[in-house]
C-alpha cells in the first residue's frame, strides 16, 4: 500500500488548510486511518484518527479545531485544520493499516506564522 499526501503550506494564525492522502495499491485491507504529525524537535504525535465506519479520535489540542474524513470509495482521507495556531506547525503524516499504523505517507509540511 503506498500512501500519497498533499495539501500542505503556509497560512497565518487563524487561517485554514486541507490536507489529504491517497492510498493505492492493496488497499482493500485498509480500516484505519490517520494523521500524526511532528514539530521540530518534538516525538511525532498522534492528530486524528478515522475507522472505516467512521467513527473518529483527535488529540485534545485540536479538538474543535481539525476534523478527519475519508471516502472509503477513494480510500482517501482528509484533514481540515482550522483556527490554525503557531504550534500547529509540523511535518503531517497520513497512515492507514488494518486496525493501526502501518503504512506511512512521506510527510507535508504545515507551517503557521505570520
Known amino acids: 500500500v503506498q500512501l500519497q499526501a498533499f495539501g500542505g503550506g503556509l497560512v497565518q494564525p487563524g487561517g485554514s488548510l486541507r490536507l489529504s492522502c491517497a492510498a493505492s495499491?492493496?488497499?482493500?485491507?485498509?480500516?484505519?486511518m490517520g494523521w500524526h504529525r511532528q514539530a521540530p524537535g518534538k516525538q511525532r504525535e498522534l492528530v486524528a484518527l478515522i475507522i472505516r465506519t467512521g467513527v473518529t479520535h483527535y488529540a485534545d489540542s485540536v479538538k474543535g479545531r481539525f476534523t478527519i474524513s475519508r471516502d472509503n470509495a477513494k480510500n482517501t482521507v482528509y484533514l481540515q485544520l482550522n483556527s490554525l495556531k503557531p504550534e500547529d506547525r509540523a511535518v503531517y503524516f497520513c497512515n492507514a493499516g488494518p486496525t493501526r499504523p502501518l503504512y506511512w505517507g512521506q510527510g507535508t509540511q504545515v507551517t503557521v506564522s505570520s
Open positions: 495499491g492493496n488497499a482493500f485491507s485498509i480500516n484505519y
